[in-house]
T-cell receptor, first 110, second 114 residues
Framework: NAGVTQTPKFQVLKTGQSMTLQCAQDMNHEYMSWYRQDPGMGLRLIHY???????DQGEVPNGYNVSRSTTEDFPLRLLSAAPSQTSVYFCASRNYAEAFFGQGTRLTVV | AQSVTQPDIHITVSEGASLELRCNYSYGATPYLFWYVQSPGQGLQLLLK??????LVQGIKGFEAEFKRSQSSFNLRKPSVHWSDAAEYFCAVGARNYGQNFVFGPGTRLSVLP
């Protein structure tokens, strides 16, 4: 049982480049979300989805896009990377009782 | 809107000593409450959760937490800390509405002295 799988684990981008962080879950959860983690700020919600075809913005959505074409996958796209997007990104899927997290993607934008 | 505060950014304890990590939340109704632990370079692992019933909740790794409605608190405790407990700890609140998000506190980093 893989749970939540995120790829890549590490990534270095140049300012202005675009990329997609992948997230897949095998628990058939409707609810998935993306967080970024920065020192002293905990986890802040970027975007979330309550089911295939439905997405919404979280606390810090600017500079990021998401889509949800299947229950399993919830990719996060950085349209034009900026140094302020240097962070650790976590994907989570949840049922009503618990959120399950991927191992994270450490992204550095230079 | 929900919010979570963890007043202690960093706590250092000696191995074998007791531990209490503080968490206060703001929420208009009875929330779901969680404690997660993050070891260096890892994702978040659920330690314990409170939904209803007994206000003292037991979790994994010997941790427990107590929900105190009057104080809007959900403090995490462990009677005897092990060196492997060194990690970052996050308190989170989740609304009973399934469509609502979890809100995380800023985290408390725990260091353990040998």
């Amino acid at each position: 049982n893989a749970g939540v799988t995120q790829t890549p684990k590490f990534q270095v981008l140049k300012t202005g480049q675009s990329m997609t962080l992948q997230c897949a879950q095998d628990m058939n959860h409707e609810y998935m979300s993306w967080y970024r983690q920065d020192p002293g700020m905990g986890l802040r919600l970027i975007h979330y989805s309550v089911g295939a075809g439905i997405t919404d913005q979280g606390e810090v959505p600017n500079g990021y896009n998401v889509s949800r074409s299947t229950t399993e996958d919830f990719p996060l796209r950085l349209l034009s990377a900026a140094p302020s997007q240097t962070s650790v990104y976590f994907c989570a899927s949840r049922n009503y009782a618990e959120a399950f997290f991927g191992q994270g993607t450490r992204l550095t934008v230079v | 809107a929900q919010s979570v505060t963890q007043p202690d950014i960093h706590i250092t304890v000696s191995e074998g000593a007791s531990l209490e990590l503080r968490c206060n939340y703001s929420y208009g109704a009875t929330p779901y409450l969680f404690w997660y632990v993050q070891s260096p370079g890892q994702g978040l692992q659920l330690l314990l959760k409170y939904f209803s019933g007994d206000t003292l909740v037991q979790g994994i790794k010997g941790f427990e937490a107590e929900f105190k409605r009057s104080q809007s608190s959900f403090n995490l405790r462990k009677p005897s800390v092990h060196w492997s407990d060194a990690a970052e700890y996050f308190c989170a609140v989740g609304a009973r509405n399934y469509g609502q998000n979890f809100v995380f506190g800023p985290g408390t980093r725990l260091s353990v002295l040998p």
